[in-house]
């Protein structure tokens, strides 16, 4: 076929200059008379082939050149089809020779017939074989990607066929081109089941392209974000507040429920759920559920949408039951616990405070906290009421008759009783008589004989006590209450037994810097100051040494009595040093009375009576001596 080409070139060639040499001929304006010489034409050489000025062959390549179009490589042509064989389809683009393309390539188009135009992309204009390479394949997918890039640039939405599952998205082809749809771009939901789409026709947004390694990425989920962001601007621009709107909860959080409007979400906060306490919206609502809501606020900039569904319904105080009145008997459950009080629920909405003053007639302080459980049902007095101000105030207590009304009835000054340990302080214990009667025993009123540091060491709660009444304070509601004046006062009769120096055996139990407590017979206490702890061998007195202590003091009112160890030995050695000296004074008084008897007797002296004499008197002399010495 190339070869055709250059032959029919050639003859073209010679052509030209014949034609020329004819035009020239019929020009002539007068005949020239001609010699034997002059009818030969010099120009033509032995090949029969003229010659041209530079302007005549300019002028016909230019002609030439006009036959055939301009051909490059990697551009887009439309051909013609000229030619189908079992395997190949003929192109012509107007080039010197034809090409030739896999009739694969065409599989996409039914009815290919000779005549029919084709866009197919000039490979190479001559392969090593000398054969011009067409695509059309090529050429479909380089205008396909023009058209990607087109429409990435102005947005335009493309529409795509989902051809295979692959990791992390889908393929889409798109204008015969394979693009990437990630997961994440399918919907606004997430989507788990990718097989679902595959052979779907959808349309796609392309939001990327890198003409580099020419990869795009078209989104789904693009398109359905821009529908719903104009529902928004619609819903929106036609919301007011109080407005009634059916809704889909979509999802539900602790703090309230999404609910989808058609395309803008608006949030149901859990305090707008129920006028009643609820403590997560799920025991109201439930997912999927379509509720009718109304609108409470807006935020055009945020596009933030407060909703409300207790609103719907009218408020329980206004529609308050006519039974429920002041001094009305009611049932609640325990919604709320605060230190100072309960709050029940006597309807959904309708809410009542028992005050911790309201517990109990006792004047026991008691905690709410631990008297109260949440969800427990309780029975009680409207104390108050005020629809108004929506507010109740309710009494546990006045269930029953106030029994300090007839408290000296019932509870006479010095009458005995028993009760119940219910608090302890460090200055007393509290004692409940009977259900809202009560009193206080003082520390120093729960032995006659033993002090104690804090009431524990005697008593715990929950343990029973018998008291006596001491006293009666109706308008404070208290009671004094002794535990030791059960029994007589022991100290008339201590003041007879632990005498002021009388000596008494006891037991060290407790020892500090500054002394030790003795446990003496008949469990009463005695305290031996530091200095009088001192030992005869100087040894330390240790707890639960057992001594000899003396009675040093005993006041009876303050029911206080000293003891000493250091006088009872220091009292010993003093009697012993008094016997000895008066044992030497008796002798000293019986020399005497010899002395003046023997003067009596003798009327003269010998040399050896006035011997003796002066022995008698220097041993006089010396017991007198010692006798000093000992006092």
Known sequence: MAENNITNEQNAEQQVPAAAAQVETATKKAPVVETAHDDFDWSVDKRNVSSYSKEEKAKYDETYDNTFKVIEENGLLTGTVVGLTKTDVVINIGFKSDGLISLNEFRDLQGLKVGDEVEVLVVEKEDRDGNLHLSRKQARQQRAWEKIVEVYKTGEVVTGTVTSKTKGGLIVDVYGMETFLPGSQIDVKPVTDYDQFVGKTMEFKVVKVNE???????????????????????????????????????????????????????????????????????????????????????????????????????????????????????????????????????????????????????????????????????????????????????????????????????????????????????????????????????????????????????????????????????????????????????????????????????????????????????????????????????????????????????????????????????????????????????DADKTRKAVKTIQSKVEKATLGDLGALAELREKLKKDEGDEKKGE
């Open 212 to 586: 580099a390694i020419r990869n795009a990425v078209v989104s789904h989920k693009a398109l359905i974000e821009s529908d719903i962001e104009q529902q928004r601007v619609d819903i929106i621009s036609k919301l007011e507040k109080g407005q009634v709107l059916e809704g889909t909860i979509k999802n539900i959080t602790d703090f309230g429920a999404f609910i989808d409007l058609g395309g803008l979400d608006g949030l149901l906060y859990i305090t707008d759920i129920s006028w009643g306490r609820i403590s997560h919206p799920s025991e109201v609502l439930q997912m999927d559920q379509k509720i009718n809501v109304v609108v409470l606020d807006f935020d055009d900039e945020k596009k933030r949408i407060s909703l409300g569904y207790k609103q719907l319904t009218p408020h329980p105080w206004d529609t308050l039951p006519a039974h429920i009145t002041e001094g009305a008997r009611v049932k609640g459950k325990v919604v709320n616990i605060e230190d100072y009080g309960a709050f029940l629920e006597i309807l959904p909405g309708v809410e009542g405070l028992v005050h911790v003053s309201e517990i109990s007639w006792a004047s026991t302080p008691i905690n709410a906290k631990e008297f109260f459980k949440l969800g427990e049902e309780y029975e009680a007095v409207v104390v108050t009421l005020s629809k108004e101000e929506r507010k109740m105030s309710l009494s546990i207590k006045q269930l029953t008759e106030d029994p300090w009304a007839t408290i000296e009835t019932k509870f006479p000054l010095d009458s005995r009783h028993k009760g119940i340990v219910k608090n302890i302080t460090p200055y007393g214990v509290f004692v409940e008589l009977e259900t809202g009667i009560g009193g206080m025993i003082h520390i120093s009123d729960l032995s006659w004989i033993k002090r104690f540091n804090h009431p524990s060491e005697y008593t715990k709660v929950g343990s029973e006590i018998e008291v006596v009444i001491l006293g009666i304070d109706k308008d404070n509601r208290k009671l004094s209450l002794g535990h030791k004046q059960i029994e007589e006062d022991p100290w008339n009769t201590f003041e007879t037994i632990f005498p002021i120096g009388s000596v008494h055996e006891g037991t060290v139990v407790k020892k500090d810097e500054k002394g030790a407590t003795v446990q003496l017979q008949y469990g009463l206490e005695a305290y031996a100051p530091a200095r009088h702890l001192r030992t005869e061998d100087e040894k330390p007195i240790s707890v639960e040494d057992v001594k000899e202590f003396m009675i040093i003091e005993f006041d009876r009112s303050e029911k206080r009595i000293l003891v000493s160890h250091t006088r009872v030995w220091e009292q010993a050695k003093n009697e012993e040093k008094e016997a000895v000296a008066k044992e030497k004074r008796a």
